[in-house]
């Protein structure tokens, strides 16, 4: 059966501070070194509200974010797994989701917003994957069987920040050095022998698009323009020696990357209407290549 969700990108006024959004999508990185102290009240209630305005992209998908504050004598090494002997934050969230397909898309889509959220008002924030553990995270933190959860957020004040500005200037030269792929490596013409640079109307979009996080930096989305139409693909090639337990995070991140470009195209009042794509019962003829998986058809009105 042919399952399509139409969307409307309809998030003007939505989310906060829409108009600061592309120089925080732009700028962030993920931070791995935390001040101890906690984050002012006036910081919480600032969280409670980004929280509060997170984009679903599907709104029946019932999307559960506990925010974890880290008590000295839990284990944060059970929690993160190996990254807990090297990160100490002193908050995290354990966002996890039920719904019927593509629920991780869903759920990199929220976090996504949250992350950007949080950089925006000065608190760095890093993914810290859990796909490998995900039975294990489940049972620690009482979520469903049938829920899903692919990565803690775990965030707080950078270590060494003077707030908002100093986030962006760092975020800024960090980004020049975190080897994102080129734009003629992920954008192709027509089909995926024909790699090119986008037109000039998009170029802001997918710059926004690229600088999404993305699990041992796969940076899996692949953008297909064809007949007008943009289309997200996500390389879901098993990467073995890195990711030998679960290739899962492709869509997790296909959902970062499709949240910074739906945040770029508010900040930039561009309207947008996007498709989902089954590709198991797809009958749009979209052009195939092993271990990409189309996603979303992006239709953008000028
Ligand atoms: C789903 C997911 C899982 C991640 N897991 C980890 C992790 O376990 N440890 C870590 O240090 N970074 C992790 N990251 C952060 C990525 O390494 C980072 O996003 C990527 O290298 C790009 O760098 P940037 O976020 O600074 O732009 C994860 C990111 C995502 C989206």
């Known amino acids: 059966m042919v399952t399509k969700k ?17 120089p925080a999508i ?12 906690p984050l002012s009240e006036e910081d919480l209630e600032k969280i409670n509200q980004i929280q509060n305005s997170v984009m679903p992209l599907f709104p029946k998908y019932i999307f559960s974010n ?8 839990q284990n944060i090494v059970e929690i993160l797994g190996a990254y807990g002997h090297i990160i100490s934050p002193p908050y995290y969230f354990v966002p996890s989701i039920h719904g019927k397909s593509y629920p ?16 925006s008002i000065g608190i760095g924030s890093c993914f810290i994957g859990c796909l490998s553990r995900e039975a294990k995270v489940r049972q620690l933190f009482m979520i469903p069987p049938e829920d899903r959860i692919a990565a803690f957020l775990v965030f707080g004040y950078p270590a060494r920040s003077n707030g908002i500005q100093s ?10 050095n975190s080897g994102r792929k080129k734009i003629e490596e992920v954008f192709f013409y027509d089909d995926f022998n024909s790699p090119g640079l986008p037109p000039t109307s998009l170029e802001k979009i997918l710059e926004c698009a690229q600088a999404a996080p993305s699990a041992v930096n796969a940076q899996p989305w692949r953008f297909l323009l064809r007949n007008k139409k943009l289309f997200l693909y996500v390389n879901c090639k098993p990467k073995q020696f890195l990711l030998p337990e679960n290739d899962d995070y492709c869509f997790h991140d296909g959902g970062t990357c499709l949240a910074n470009i739906f945040m770029a195209a508010n900040s930039l009042g561009i309207k947008m209407y996007w498709e989902f794509i089954d590709h198991m019962s797809d009958n749009r003829n979209l052009p195939k290549k092993e271990f990409l998986v189309p996603l979303v058809e992006i239709i953008i009105k000028n």
């Not at 139409?6 to 592309?22: C, M, Y």
């Not at 506990?66 to 004598?73: G, I, N, P, V």
């Not at 986030?167 to 020049?176: D, R, S, V």
């Open 6 to 22: 139409k969307q409307h990108a309809d998030i003007e006024g939505r989310l906060s501070n829409t108009n600061s959004l592309i």
């Open 26 to 37: 732009l700028s962030r990185r993920s931070v791995r070194v935390y001040e101890q102290r």
């Open 167 to 176: 986030l962006i200037e760092i975020g800024k030269f960090a980004k020049g």
């Open 104 to 119: 991780l898309i869903d759920l990199g889509f929220r976090m996504q917003q949250i992350a950007v959220g949080l950089w």
């Open 66 to 73: 506990d925010m974890q504050t880290r008590e000295k004598k």
